[in-house]
């Protein structure tokens, strides 16, 4: 898979030397370089991770990734800055790695290095056969839910759904828990495809609409991933 990454840093050289830098690691990958965040308000494509200046001119690093965070919460966001004290704010973000630019040969290579583990895991995939007759394979991140039906398992995507094939047992690792919730003892959600969460009927509305039951054991990890308060 292409990856697309985006640079945003006010200072021109410095965001050349590390699209240089990057895609050195990421050869295939599509970089793109922002010196302001106005001009990168207008793009809307995927983007596989971002590399913030937090120090620049107007809007800083912090307030872009906190807009970031509202719309897409496990994109990776890595902090680059020449100010080390503002290391730990940099995490109330859900920051992937923070860049020190004076240390730049030191925390670059392990930073990409780990960037690279996470999205090879991230578009890990499961071959699925469709009610439509294809086989197809599906990456983890465009399932909405899946449960256990019989000795089976049924993936629900925005194409459709079909069987996978694999045990629900051996599926369960593939999934990461920043990225999915498990509800009860038969179906696992992607988080970004939950709408809310009903305490009095105990269940969870999807973004298509559909309403899946939450057991008593998976009630509390449920409400913290979606910020409900217990009491």
């Not at 990856?3 to 990057?22: H, N, S």
């Not at 009095?200 to 409900?228: C, F, H, I, K, N």
Request: aromatic residues 10%; contains cysteine.
């Amino acid at each position: 898979m292409r990856y697309t990454f985006v640079i945003v840093d006010d200072d021109g050289y410095f965001a050349a030397l590390l699209k240089k830098r990057v895609a050195a690691v990421f050869s295939d990958a599509c970089i793109e370089v922002f010196t302001d965040t106005v001009s990168l308000s207008a793009r809307h494509e995927i983007v596989s991770a971002y590399f913030l200046d937090i120090e620049m001119p107007g809007q800083d690093g912090f307030v872009l990734a906190s807009e970031l965070r509202a719309q897409h919460d496990d994109v990776p966001i890595l902090f680059i800055t020449s100010h080390a004290e503002l290391w730990p704010e940099s995490y109330k973000f859900q920051a992937f790695w923070y860049i020190d630019k004076a240390r730049l040969d030191d925390s670059l290579p392990e930073a990409l290095m780990t960037l690279s583990k996470r999205l090879a895991a991230r578009n890990k995939s499961v071959m699925v056969d469709m009610k439509n007759g294809d086989d197809v394979a599906i990456l983890l991140g465009d399932i909405d839910y899946l449960y256990r039906f019989g000795n089976g398992v049924i993936a629900v995507t925005n194409q459709g759904q079909g069987l996978v094939r694999d045990s629900f047992k051996r599926l369960l690792p593939l999934f990461d828990e920043k990225r999915f919730l498990r509800i009860n003892a038969a179906i696992i959600i992607r988080r970004q495809a939950i709408l809310c969460f009903n305490r009095t009927s105990r269940t969870v509305t999807m973004s298509d609409g559909g309403r899946l039951s939450v057991s008593r054991r998976y009630q509390a990890a449920v409400m913290a991933a979606m910020g409900v308060q217990d009491g």
